[in-house]
């Protein structure tokens, strides 16, 4: 049985990545400075480090990854054949872009991906080692115009991000590479764009617009208004967890080690995504736009490279990924 560890198991993307890999007959480690809150437990979280747990984990760690001899002891015993760091100080527009977390995100985010390198190569070179980037490296000046954003691969360089945490990723990404280049590290790289889906941050100040839009409907009356941040003229491309994970499964089984978009092309603008929400809901709402943080104006996954290297290209339609989502929401809304 292959060895899968899986760094920021706790957060949503690891988490079901951790139950995908189960599934496909892995014996999975998952690791995270705290568990995820929807998962249900017999016993204390603390008692699960050496049994199986709800169908994700054969193992799960409680570590804080910042630390050099955690990581350098979990890898070191463990010897996987796949790691897979996922592992950020990150959250939605409200947390990235309010400026009071831009030295936490840059520091805590480098100081895990340079400890989870070193001891690669100190301890499992052999190890293919997965990094999940984002679309936050992507320019600002390529990304003002909500119709037509450019988010193509190559489009990164000359280097611009809109925020600390999208220069933490490019630089990370680089340095996954020059550890592949210099210490002959088997690396693959994957830009997520906005993932979503059940199970999910959706009120705890991290929340993607996705969910919150989700909430905001969810506690609304028929015909109430909610806050939308900014015009709502933004757009965005947002893609469900499960072709999120299929994307990372086949960049894994492939041999590219180019930098891929994991995202949807499909683009909407974040006045029509809450009109979509209402429509699942079976109700009207009046959008009230306020200030507050926006990012780019413009942005959506080009998946030409994907497609090219990958022979796929997620499909999902967004309303079908929304549907699951809102209903989801709606319960965790209706237990308050």
């Given amino acids: 049985m292959k060895t899968a560890l899986i760094f920021g198991a706790g957060g949503f993307i690891g988490g079901y990545l951790c139950k995908r890999l189960y599934e496909e007959g892995w014996y999975v480690v998952g690791v995270d400075i705290e568990p995820n809150e929807y998962w249900h437990y017999e016993k204390p979280i603390e008692e699960y480090e050496n049994i199986f747990l709800d169908g994700h984990f054969h193992r799960f760690y409680i570590r804080d990854l910042r630390d050099t001899d955690t990581v350098n002891w979990l890898v070191s015993q463990l010897v996987p054949d796949e790691l897979y760091q996922l592992a950020a100080d990150m959250g ?58 450019n988010c193509e691969e190559s489009s990164a360089y000359p280097a611009n991000p809109d925020s600390e945490y999208g220069w933490e990723k490019l630089f990370s990404e680089r340095m996954y590479h020059a550890y592949m280049r210099n210490y002959n590290l088997n690396v693959r790289i994957a830009r997520f764009h906005n993932v979503f889906g059940p199970e999910g941050s959706w009120n705890n100040g991290k929340e993607k617009s996705p969910a919150a839009i ?48 994991i995202g ?59 549907t699951k989502t809102y209903q989801w929401i709606k319960e965790e809304v209706d237990k308050l």
């Fill in 264 to 322: 949807s092309d499909e683009m909407i603008s974040i006045n029509d995504l809450a009109y979509m929400v209402a429509d699942i809901a079976g109700y009207s709402v009046i959008l009230h736009h306020i200030e507050g943080p926006l990012g780019v104006m413009g942005r959506r996954s080009y998946n030409e490279l994907i497609e090219e290297k990958l022979g796929w290209r997620p499909s999902r339609l967004l309303k079908e990924g929304m």
């Fill in 214 to 261: 989700c909430r905001k409907v969810a506690m609304a009356k028929p015909n109430e208004e909610i806050e939308i941040w900014g015009t709502g003229e933004q757009t965005r491309s947002f893609l469900y967890i499960d072709e999120c994970l299929e994307g990372v499964r086949r960049l894994m089984d492939s041999d590219c080690t180019t930098v891929l978009n």
């Fill in 92 to 149: 939605g527009a409200g947390y990235i872009f309010s400026g009071d977390h831009d030295a936490d995100v840059m520091h805590n985010s480098a100081m895990i991906n340079l400890n989870t390198l070193n001891a690669l190569t100190k301890h499992s070179n052999a190890t293919k080692v997965f990094y999940s980037s984002s679309a936050c490296v992507y320019a600002e000046h390529n990304q003002l115009d909500p119709n037509n954003p």
